[in-house]
Protein backbone atom coordinates (compact mmCIF):
# COMPACT_ATOMS: atom_id res chain seq x y z
CA UNK A 1 0.00 0.00 0.00
CA UNK A 2 1.61 3.40 -0.74
CA UNK A 3 1.47 6.30 1.74
CA UNK A 4 -1.38 7.52 3.21
CA UNK A 5 -1.63 10.45 5.16
CA UNK A 6 -4.61 10.26 7.85
CA UNK A 7 -4.73 14.19 8.73
CA UNK A 8 -7.48 16.20 8.97
CA UNK A 9 -9.78 12.98 7.57
CA UNK A 10 -12.88 12.22 8.93
CA UNK A 11 -14.04 8.39 9.23
CA UNK A 12 -17.71 6.77 10.60
CA UNK A 13 -18.35 3.61 11.25
CA UNK A 14 -19.89 1.19 8.80
CA UNK A 15 -19.30 -2.40 10.77
CA UNK A 16 -18.93 -3.26 13.96
CA UNK A 17 -19.10 -6.39 16.55
CA UNK A 18 -21.95 -6.86 18.59
CA UNK A 19 -19.49 -6.63 21.65
CA UNK A 20 -18.51 -2.98 20.20
CA UNK A 21 -19.59 0.56 21.27
CA UNK A 22 -19.01 2.77 18.33
CA UNK A 23 -21.87 3.13 15.73
CA UNK A 24 -23.12 4.61 12.74
CA UNK A 25 -23.20 8.09 14.64
CA UNK A 26 -20.00 8.01 15.70
CA UNK A 27 -17.44 10.26 13.92
CA UNK A 28 -13.42 9.84 14.11
CA UNK A 29 -11.55 13.18 13.34
CA UNK A 30 -7.86 12.48 12.40
CA UNK A 31 -4.23 14.14 12.73
CA UNK A 32 -1.15 12.83 11.69
CA UNK A 33 2.63 14.11 12.23
CA UNK A 34 4.70 11.44 10.43
CA UNK A 35 4.55 7.89 11.79
CA UNK A 36 2.35 9.00 14.91
CA UNK A 37 -1.69 9.33 14.41
CA UNK A 38 -4.24 11.13 16.75
CA UNK A 39 -7.63 11.11 16.48
CA UNK A 40 -10.92 12.38 18.59
CA UNK A 41 -14.09 10.67 18.85
CA UNK A 42 -17.63 11.04 19.91
CA UNK A 43 -20.96 10.55 18.46
CA UNK A 44 -23.53 7.23 19.77
CA UNK A 45 -23.02 5.69 22.80
CA UNK A 46 -19.45 7.76 22.92
CA UNK A 47 -18.96 11.02 24.99
CA UNK A 48 -15.74 11.38 24.14
CA UNK A 49 -12.84 9.25 22.66
CA UNK A 50 -9.16 9.38 21.84
CA UNK A 51 -6.62 7.07 19.95
CA UNK A 52 -3.39 7.45 20.23
CA UNK A 53 -1.50 4.98 16.67
CA UNK A 54 2.19 4.23 15.00
CA UNK A 55 1.95 3.58 11.21
CA UNK A 56 3.82 0.34 10.57
CA UNK A 57 6.03 -0.38 8.06
CA UNK A 58 3.09 -2.22 6.01
CA UNK A 59 0.90 0.60 6.61
CA UNK A 60 -1.29 -0.72 9.33
CA UNK A 61 -1.93 0.96 12.24
CA UNK A 62 -1.56 -0.29 15.96
CA UNK A 63 -3.61 1.97 18.10
CA UNK A 64 -4.70 2.18 21.84
CA UNK A 65 -8.24 4.11 22.82
CA UNK A 66 -10.03 4.88 25.64
CA UNK A 67 -13.74 6.57 26.10
CA UNK A 68 -16.14 7.46 28.04
CA UNK A 69 -19.84 6.26 26.98
CA UNK A 70 -22.91 6.74 27.68
CA UNK A 71 -23.53 4.59 30.64
CA UNK A 72 -20.47 6.58 32.34
CA UNK A 73 -18.44 3.94 31.90
CA UNK A 74 -14.64 4.51 30.99
CA UNK A 75 -13.59 2.24 28.51
CA UNK A 76 -9.83 0.84 27.05
CA UNK A 77 -8.89 -1.12 24.29
CA UNK A 78 -5.73 -2.32 21.41
CA UNK A 79 -6.73 -2.57 17.69
CA UNK A 80 -4.72 -3.21 14.52
CA UNK A 81 -6.19 -0.95 11.95
CA UNK A 82 -5.49 -2.48 8.17
CA UNK A 83 -5.99 0.14 5.45
CA UNK A 84 -8.37 -0.32 2.05
CA UNK A 85 -7.98 2.08 -0.59
CA UNK A 86 -11.50 2.59 -2.49
CA UNK A 87 -11.68 3.23 -6.09
CA UNK A 88 -12.97 6.49 -5.25
CA UNK A 89 -9.83 7.92 -3.54
CA UNK A 90 -11.29 7.54 0.06
CA UNK A 91 -9.64 4.84 3.00
CA UNK A 92 -11.81 2.09 4.82
CA UNK A 93 -9.84 0.25 7.48
CA UNK A 94 -10.71 -3.34 8.55
CA UNK A 95 -10.02 -3.46 12.62
CA UNK A 96 -9.53 -5.93 14.66
CA UNK A 97 -10.07 -4.70 18.31
CA UNK A 98 -9.96 -6.23 22.02
CA UNK A 99 -11.12 -4.60 25.21
CA UNK A 100 -8.27 -3.38 27.64
CA UNK A 101 -11.17 -2.94 30.47
CA UNK A 102 -14.76 -5.07 30.83
CA UNK A 103 -14.81 -8.46 30.23
CA UNK A 104 -11.62 -8.42 27.62
CA UNK A 105 -13.55 -9.46 24.45
CA UNK A 106 -12.47 -8.85 20.85
CA UNK A 107 -14.15 -7.90 17.83
CA UNK A 108 -14.07 -6.66 14.20
CA UNK A 109 -15.27 -3.35 12.92
CA UNK A 110 -14.90 -1.30 9.84
CA UNK A 111 -14.71 2.45 9.63
CA UNK A 112 -14.77 4.11 5.96
CA UNK A 113 -13.79 8.20 5.02
CA UNK A 114 -16.58 10.20 4.80
Given at each position: ?K?Y??D ?17 D ?5 A???D ?5 YS ?10 AR?L ?15 G??M????L????P?P??R ?11 G??S ?9
Amino acid sequence: MKPYNLDGKRFRSIVNSENGEVGGDTIFVYAQSGDMVTATYSGGAIHHGQLLARVLPDGRLDMRYHHLNSGGEFMLGRCLSTPEPLPDGRLRFHEEWQWLSGDGSSGMSVIEEI
